[in-house]
């Protein structure tokens, strides 16, 4: 936590980078969470709304949730996430089998992913970055080749990485569905409530979801 707090701030604040690099010997890479392609951590921004208010906010979907208690004393995550599903499940249960959102959807990989060093992580965990997923309104965006942290909690984490030249903003809710996929693909269960995943989806626009323990 200490460690993914750093980057986020050395990223941030380019001048203290330039500051430091100086110290560093030129062997040290940048640190990246994901493991994917060794690309750099970058931090998430959204834009959108969320339970209503209309925001750009930046980094984790758990530090966005932060900011917004901070800057709207009302606003309450659970509340929402409580509220809008009823209506999600009405939702799931009208869909037609032939969904729009498997179309671009052009692979998975299961734990244990081919030469990653990744582990299986909570399910439960990364249910609930879902559940908070589906309540962000807007775009999730990540720089030019590069990842950035989605969700992070309890070391179980979601990632969305860019094998583009340019920065992309799929829709946040949309990411969700990739980080379900693999729930619902890549799991392990010991016992009813006692279930890890760990996989990557990959999207035919050359981006990739991956979840994963460390974050
Ligand atoms: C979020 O990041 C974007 C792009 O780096 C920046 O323009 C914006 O000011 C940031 N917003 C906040 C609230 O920090």
Redesign the pocket.
Known sequence: MKFAFNTSLLALAGLAFTAVASAIPTTVTVPSGSGYKNYPLG?M?FSGTIGGHAV???GTIQEINTQMVANFPDFNMDALVAANLAKREAEAEAATPANLFTRSKSGMLCWPVPSQDWSLCSVSVIGQGITYLDNFNGLC?VGANSCVRISCSYSSAIYLCNDNDYGITPTCPYMGSYAQDIINDCSHCEGPNDCVTCGQEFDSDNYNIIVRDNC
């Open positions: 931090v921004t750009q906010l930046n965006g």
